[in-house]
């Protein structure tokens, strides 16, 4: 079973720049969410979907935008990268109000 | 303002003794608490849950306790192994609805010295 997937793994970038991180699971769940861990911070919900078509803001939303075309699908957008968005990203869904499942983590930097 | 509290950022304990890890949150809607391990480069795993319903809740080594009169929850790991250490996140929510969002604590970075 492949669960959450997150890509890419890692990734670099320059200050300004846009890049998307993807999100998909195959467990037919409806609620999706994106956090980041910072060191100190815990996780941090950014933005979350209650299914396709409908999302909604979380702790930390500045930066970032979302979109839940599909149930399967949860990209995670940066329009302009700052060096304050250094962190790992995790997806993370589940059906119902149950457990969350996470993915393995997206390490992104920027310069 | 922090809604779930993880006050000790890490403990140490010898193999085969018991871990305790505290967490303490302020909101009174929460009604679900779980707990979470994560290793290095790899995602949060679940590893208990707990109901306002309840205090208890055992799965193997793992327990966790409930008080909601004073707001805390302890995780239980008997006997502790060399494997279990790693970072654990606490983690609540209030279950009204499909948008139900979990809150998670700053995390405690559990050593288990052999």
């Known amino acids: 079973n492949a669960g959450v997937t997150q890509t890419p793994k890692f990734q670099v970038l320059k200050t300004g720049q846009s890049m998307t991180l993807q999100c998909a699971q195959d467990m037919n769940h409806e609620y999706m969410s994106w956090y980041r861990q910072d060191p100190g911070m815990g996780l941090r919900l950014i933005h979350y979907?209650?299914?396709?078509?409908?999302?909604d803001q979380g702790e930390v939303p500045n930066g970032y935008n979302v979109s839940r075309s599909t149930t399967e699908d949860f990209p995670l957008r940066l329009l302009s990268a700052a060096p304050s968005q250094t962190s790992v990203y995790f997806c993370?869904?589940?059906?119902?109000?149950?457990?969350?499942?996470f993915g393995e983590g997206s390490r992104l930097t920027v310069l | 303002d922090q809604q779930v509290k993880q006050n000790s950022p890490s403990l140490s304990v010898q193999e085969g003794r018991i871990s305790i890890l505290n967490c303490d949150y302020t909101n009174s809607m929460f009604d679900y608490f779980l707990w979470y391990k994560k290793y290095p480069a790899e995602g949060p795993t679940f590893l208990i849950s707990i109901s306002s319903i309840k205090d208890k809740n055992e799965d193997g080594r793992f327990t966790v306790f409930l008080n909601k009169s004073a707001k805390h929850l302890s995780l239980h790991i008997v006997p502790s192994q060399p494997g279990d250490s790693a970072v654990y996140f606490c983690a609540a929510s209030s279950r009204t609805g499909a948008n139900s969002k979990l809150t998670f604590g700053k995390g405690i970075t559990l050593s288990v010295r052999p």
């Open positions: 979907s209650v299914g396709a078509g409908i999302t």
């Open positions: 993370a869904s589940r059906r119902g109000t149950g457990e969350l499942f």
